[in-house]
């Protein structure tokens, strides 16, 4: 079984930053594509960024692209969020998530559901 847990999260002022990791347990996620979601009260859970099984290549919406890197660390089973530039509307839990699956690429819908284990999320407040 999978575990995914996130923190790194806080609030913090507007053009500020904030780096989320994502520590994996249960089984070695290194051959799996993995993302970043978030969801802001109210709404819908939103793509944030994905990254490829190898690291090679890197997906972003165009809210964040330019202000949020993805990365991760094969050696220690962890997925990186780098945040930058945040706005108050980057304000939501975000949330990391695997999957994990027979097709090894990252999926062109940016669905949650594309997804298949997810973390209990760390909550971002950005002031203005």
């Known amino acids: 079984q999978v575990q995914l847990v996130e923190s790194g999260g806080g609030l913090v002022q507007t053009g500020g930053s904030l780096r989320l990791s994502c520590v994996a347990s249960?089984?070695?996620?290194?051959?799996?594509?993995m993302a970043w979601f978030r969801q802001a009260p109210g709404k819908e859970r939103e793509f944030v960024s994905a990254?490829?099984?190898?690291?090679?290549?890197?997906y972003y919406p165009d809210s964040v692209k330019g202000r949020f890197t993805i990365s991760r660390d094969h050696a220690k089973n962890t997925l990186y969020l780098q945040m930058n530039s945040l706005k108050p509307e980057d304000t939501a839990i975000y949330y990391c998530?695997?999957?994990?699956?027979?097709?090894?690429?990252?999926?062109?819908?940016?669905?949650?559901?594309?997804?298949?284990?997810w973390g209990q999320g760390t909550q971002v407040t950005v002031s203005s």
């Open positions: 998530a695997v999957r994990i699956r027979e097709d090894r690429r990252v999926p062109t819908e940016y669905d949650p559901w594309e997804y298949d284990y």
């Open positions: 249960g089984r070695t996620l290194s051959t799996y594509p």
């Open positions: 990254i490829a099984w190898n690291g090679a290549d890197t």
